[in-house]
């Protein structure tokens, strides 16, 4: 059964598709209200705001880009409004950019790690800012295996997630016990960042590498996401959770 987050006042950047809307749907499914940030996309963003409100009525979106200052502060002071607090943070948001080393432009590396790593330190400031004014709350950081694996051709963005995982542990001990704060790190998973749908087959092949013989599905990470927001998972903080089908294991 799963555990009830009744009332719980939730906000997650990057919801309008792929893993973040899995996870603002199964978090409002068991109870909680949610916010989500999106960029730019709005007809994904109304289609998934359109669903998620079957769950709270109350649901609500906001367009903000999460690597700029400004855009992050007026959108967290309008969510806290509107939730009336903050009870968790999902850093979700994220861009994907693959080049080689030698044909990667600096305005490239700037971009993936200002949506990713920049985006995941200015959102977590600001929510932080508020749960640390009301002595708790949860933060939990959307990471990569690929930020422990490495990649050809994706050196900024394993690079930004790497980075993800340091933060969620400094923050993890800078805020206990109050503040939890952890990651979970997918494997390959369903979206369209990865372009699933239009994998060639030499991906495919790659599929045959994950012990669990297949890539994940948004909902799956979804699960890990809610067990972290919820009731039962009050020991739990400074840790990264996998959730990649046995692709990697340490
Ligand atoms: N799909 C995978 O295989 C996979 C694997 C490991 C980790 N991840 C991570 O999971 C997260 C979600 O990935 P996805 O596959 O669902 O991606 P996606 O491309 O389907 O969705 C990305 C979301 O981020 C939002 N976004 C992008 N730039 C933004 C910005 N500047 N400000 C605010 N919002 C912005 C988009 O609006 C969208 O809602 C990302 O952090 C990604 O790195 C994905």
């Known amino acids: 059964m799963t555990a009830s987050l009744n009332g719980l006042r939730v906000l997650v950047t990057g919801g309008s598709r792929g893993i973040g809307r899995a996870i603002c749907l199964s978090l409002a499914a068991a109870g909680a209200r949610a916010a989500f940030v999106y960029h730019g996309d709005r007809e994904a963003a109304a289609v998934t705001l359109n669903e998620l409100q079957k769950h709270d009525a109350s649901a609500f979106a906001v367009d903000a880009d999460v690597s700029q200052e400004a855009s992050v502060v007026a959108m967290m002071s309008q969510v806290i409004e509107r939730l009336g607090g903050l009870d968790v943070v999902v850093n979700n948001a994220g861009i994907l950019h693959e080049a080689g080393l030698l044909e990667t432009s600096t305005e490239?590396?700037?971009?993936?790690?200002?949506?990713?790593?920049?985006?995941?330190?200015?959102?977590?400031?600001?929510?932080?800012?508020?749960?640390?004014?009301?002595?708790?709350?949860?933060?939990?950081?959307?990471?990569?295996?690929?930020?422990?694996?490495?990649?050809?051709?994706?050196?900024?963005?394993?690079?930004?997630?790497?980075?993800?995982?340091?933060?969620?542990r400094s923050w993890a001990r800078e805020f206990a016990p109050h503040i939890l704060v952890n990651a979970v790190a997918p494997g390959p998973v369903d979206t369209d960042m990865l372009g699933a749908d239009v994998m060639s087959e030499a991906q495919r092949e790659k599929e045959s590498d994950i012990p669990l013989g297949r890539i994940g599905r948004p909902e799956e990470v979804a699960a890990v996401v809610r067990f972290l927001a919820g009731p039962e998972a009050t020991f739990i903080t400074g840790q990264t959770y996998g959730v990649n089908g046995g692709s990697s294991m340490i």
């Open 108 to 168: 490239s590396f700037d971009a993936v790690i200002g949506v990713n790593l920049r985006g995941t330190f200015l959102v977590g400031r600001e929510a932080i800012r508020q749960m640390v004014a009301q002595g708790c709350g949860r933060v939990i950081n959307i990471a990569s295996d690929l930020g422990y694996l490495g990649r050809e051709r994706n050196s900024a963005y394993c690079a930004s997630k790497a980075g993800i995982g340091a933060m969620t």
